[in-house]
C-alpha cells in the first residue's frame, strides 16, 4: 500500500489479513511460539527470517499496531513499549552510555524531565536541558562529541511549548546527532516530524493514539533516515555486538530499530503488552477524526476562556496572540490538539475550588483522551520539581491544565462557566 493519505493509513496500515483470516488483528495472548525445524528458529535469532519467538522481542498483535503507527509517521520501523515513559528510555539507552550526554528541551513532560534529571545521571548519562525559544546558538553550544541525543516535544506538556521543528533539526544535522521528538500531543495528523528533520519519534500512546484511556502504552518510530555509518558520535552502532553474534547495527537498513529492538528489548524487557496493543490499533482507527474534533473544541474553549474576566491567562497556539501561533500555523496549521493551559486570578485555593466545581471535565493525571478532564500539575505530576525548576519547565502555580475532551463544546463550555461563577 503506497502513498495512502493519513485517513487511510488509520484504518488500514499495520494488519492486512490474507484469505480467512481475521479482519483486525488477533490478540495473540502467547509468550512462545512453535516451531518444527531448528534452523527455522536459529534463523529467527540470527535475524536472518522474519517472526515470532518470544513475545518479549515481538509479537503479531504488538506488531500491528507498531506497523500502523511506523505508516502514520512515514518511519521504516516502530517499536511498541509498555509505556511512553519506557519507549523515553528505551530510546536513549539505545545510543547512550556512561559518560555520554543528551540535549533536551526544559519544556517536556514532568516525567520525562525526572528521567533525564535525575535517573539518567545515576547512570553516568548527563541531560543538559535548553529553553526552547533560545537562539539556535545557545543550543548548539550544548552539544558536544559525547552528545547521543537531542530530544523536544512538538507540543509541550503542560507548558504548550510548539517546537521549532528546523532549529533543532538544523543543529541536529551540522553535529551528526540524532533529533527526537515526542509528538505525543500533535500527534501525526497534526505534524509528521520527520518531514520536518526528526530521526526517531517518540509516543505515549497511553494518550491520543489509543484514545480512550483503556491501554498504556508507548511506541518508538525509526524514521530511517539517520546515516550511523562511519559516524564516529555512535561507536556502538559501527563495532561489532558480541552479544549479537558480532552484529554491525550500522550495516543493517534499519540501524537503530533493530539495536533497540535485538539489544534493549532484549535485555530490559518493557515491550508493549498484546491486549494493549489491540486496544492502541483500534483506538487509532479513529484518530484522524478524533484530532479534528479534539482541534476545534479546543479552539472554542481557549476563545472562551481568553475572554473571560477571571482567567489571568490561556496558553493555546489556535489563539493569534499566543507566543507560539505563528510556529503552530508553519507547522500545524490544522490544529493544534486538544490541551490547553491556564491561571485563573487570584490564590492557588481558587484553582481548587475551580476544579471541584467543575461536573462534566473530571480530574485526572491523564491527558489527550476523548473525555475532557483537568490537572493542576503544581500539585500533582509535577509536585517532585522545587521552584525554579517548575519555572525552568513553564508551569507556575496557578497553571490549571485542561484537556479537552471530544463532547459537544458547548457542553465543556457551559461545564467551566458554571464552576468560573463559584470561584
Ligand atoms: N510524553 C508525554 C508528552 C506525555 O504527556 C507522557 C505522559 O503523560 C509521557 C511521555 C509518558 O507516557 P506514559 O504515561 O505512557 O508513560
Given at each position: 500500500m503506497?502513498?495512502?493519505?493519513?485517513?487511510?493509513?488509520?484504518v488500514?496500515?499495520?494488519?492486512?489479513?490474507?484469505?480467512?483470516?481475521?479482519?483486525?488483528?488477533?490478540?495473540?495472548q502467547?509468550?512462545?511460539?512453535v516451531?518444527?525445524k531448528?534452523?527455522?528458529?536459529?534463523?529467527?535469532?540470527d535475524?536472518?527470517?522474519d517472526?515470532?519467538?518470544?513475545?518479549?522481542?515481538?509479537?503479531?498483535?504488538?506488531?500491528?499496531?507498531?506497523?500502523?503507527v511506523?505508516?502514520?509517521?512515514?518511519?521504516?520501523?516502530?517499536?511498541?513499549?509498555?509505556?511512553?515513559?519506557?519507549?523515553?528510555?528505551?530510546?536513549?539507552?539505545t545510543?547512550?552510555?556512561?559518560?555520554?550526554?543528551?540535549?533536551?528541551?526544559?519544556s517536556?513532560?514532568?516525567?520525562?524531565?525526572n528521567?533525564?534529571?535525575?535517573?539518567?545521571?545515576?547512570?553516568?548519562?548527563?541531560?543538559?536541558?535548553?529553553?526552547?525559544?533560545?537562539?539556535?546558538?545557545d543550543?548548539?553550544k550544548?552539544?558536544?562529541?559525547?552528545?547521543?541525543?537531542?530530544?523536544?516535544?512538538?507540543?509541550?506538556?503542560?507548558?504548550?511549548?510548539?517546537?521549532?521543528?528546523?532549529?533543532?533539526?538544523?543543529?541536529?544535522?551540522k553535529?551528526?546527532?540524532?533529533?527526537?521528538?515526542?509528538?505525543?500531543?500533535?500527534?501525526?495528523?497534526?505534524?509528521?516530524?520527520?518531514?520536518?528533520?526528526?530521526?526517531?519519534?517518540?509516543?505515549?500512546?497511553?494518550?491520543?493514539?489509543?484514545?480512550?484511556?483503556a491501554?498504556?502504552?508507548?511506541?518508538?518510530?525509526?524514521?530511517?533516515?539517520?546515516n550511523?555509518?562511519g559516524?564516529p558520535?555512535?561507536?556502538?552502532?559501527?563495532?561489532?555486538?558480541?552479544?549479537?553474534?558480532?552484529?554491525?547495527?550500522?550495516?543493517?537498513?534499519?540501524a537503530?530499530?533493530?539495536?533497540?529492538?535485538?539489544q534493549?528489548?532484549?535485555?530490559?524487557?518493557?515491550?508493549m503488552?498484546p491486549?494493549?496493543?489491540?486496544?492502541?490499533?483500534?483506538?487509532?482507527?479513529?484518530?484522524?477524526?478524533?484530532?479534528?474534533?479534539?482541534?476545534?473544541?479546543?479552539?472554542?474553549?481557549a476563545?472562551y476562556?481568553?475572554?473571560?474576566?477571571?482567567?489571568?491567562?490561556?496558553l493555546?497556539?489556535?489563539?493569534k496572540?499566543?507566543?507560539?501561533?505563528?510556529?503552530?500555523?508553519?507547522?500545524?496549521?490544522?490544529?493544534?490538539?486538544?490541551?490547553?493551559?491556564f491561571?485563573?486570578?487570584?490564590?492557588?485555593?481558587?484553582?481548587?475550588?475551580?476544579?471541584?466545581?467543575?461536573?462534566?471535565?473530571?480530574?485526572?493525571?491523564?491527558?489527550?483522551?476523548?473525555?475532557?478532564?483537568?490537572?493542576?500539575p503544581?500539585s500533582?505530576t509535577?509536585?517532585?520539581?522545587?521552584?525554579?525548576?517548575?519555572?525552568?519547565?513553564?508551569?507556575p502555580h496557578?497553571?490549571?491544565?485542561?484537556?479537552?475532551?471530544?463532547e459537544?463544546?458547548?457542553?465543556?463550555?457551559?461545564?467551566?462557566?458554571?464552576a468560573?461563577?463559584?470561584?
Open positions: 503506497k502513498d495512502l493519505k493519513l485517513e487511510t493509513l488509520c488500514q496500515a499495520g494488519y492486512q489479513p490474507k484469505t480467512g483470516e481475521a479482519r483486525i488483528p488477533p490478540i495473540v502467547s509468550t512462545t511460539y516451531y518444527e531448528t534452523q527455522d528458529m536459529a534463523d529467527l535469532f535475524l536472518k527470517s517472526g515470532y519467538f518470544y513475545s518479549r522481542l515481538a509479537n503479531p498483535t504488538v506488531a500491528a499496531f507498531e506497523g500502523k511506523a505508516a502514520l509517521e512515514g518511519g521504516v520501523c516502530a517499536i511498541g513499549c509498555s509505556s511512553g515513559m519506557s519507549a523515553t528510555m528505551l530510546a536513549v539507552f545510543v547512550a552510555g556512561a559518560g555520554d550526554n543528551i540535549v533536551a528541551s526544559q517536556i513532560y514532568g516525567g520525562s524531565y528521567l533525564f534529571s535525575t535517573t539518567l545521571p545515576k547512570l553516568g548519562i548527563e541531560c543538559r536541558f535548553f529553553d526552547p525559544d533560545a537562539p539556535a546558538e543550543i548548539e550544548l552539544v558536544d562529541d559525547r552528545t547521543k541525543i537531542i530530544f523536544a516535544e512538538s507540543i509541550a506538556n503542560p507548558s504548550i511549548v510548539v517546537l521549532d521543528f528546523e532549529k533543532l533539526a538544523n543543529i541536529a544535522k553535529h551528526g546527532v540524532l533529533f527526537a521528538v515526542d509528538n505525543t500531543l500533535a500527534t501525526p495528523i497534526f505534524v509528521r516530524p520527520k518531514e520536518w528533520g526528526a530521526n526517531l519519534i517518540l509516543h505515549s500512546s497511553s494518550k491520543y493514539l489509543d484514545g480512550h484511556a491501554a498504556l502504552g508507548g511506541v518508538i518510530v525509526d524514521a530511517g533516515n539517520f550511523f555509518k559516524n558520535r555512535y561507536p556502538s552502532f559501527n563495532e561489532p555486538d558480541e552479544s549479537y553474534h558480532g552484529l554491525v547495527y550500522a550495516d543493517l537498513a534499519v537503530f530499530g533493530t539495536k533497540c529492538r535485538a534493549m528489548i532484549r535485555d530490559m524487557g518493557a515491550i503488552s491486549q494493549n496493543a489491540f486496544l492502541s490499533y483500534i483506538g487509532c482507527d479513529t484518530l484522524a477524526l478524533r484530532m479534528r474534533q479534539h482541534a476545534s473544541n479546543a479552539k472554542k474553549v476563545e476562556l481568553n475572554n473571560h474576566p477571571k482567567i489571568e491567562w490561556i493555546h497556539p489556535s489563539l496572540d499566543n507566543k507560539y501561533h505563528s510556529l503552530a500555523q508553519k507547522y500545524m496549521p490544522e490544529g493544534q490538539g486538544g490541551m490547553m493551559s491561571g485563573i486570578k487570584g490564590s492557588v485555593e481558587k484553582c481548587a475550588r475551580f476544579m471541584e466545581s467543575l461536573e462534566l471535565i473530571t480530574q485526572e493525571t491523564h491527558v489527550a483522551d476523548v473525555r475532557s478532564c483537568v490537572l493542576h503544581a500533582t509535577h509536585r517532585q520539581l522545587s521552584e525554579e525548576d517548575l519555572k525552568a519547565a513553564g508551569v496557578n497553571l490549571i491544565r485542561l484537556s479537552v475532551g471530544i459537544n463544546p458547548d457542553d465543556i463550555i457551559a461545564d467551566i462557566e458554571k468560573l461563577e463559584k470561584v
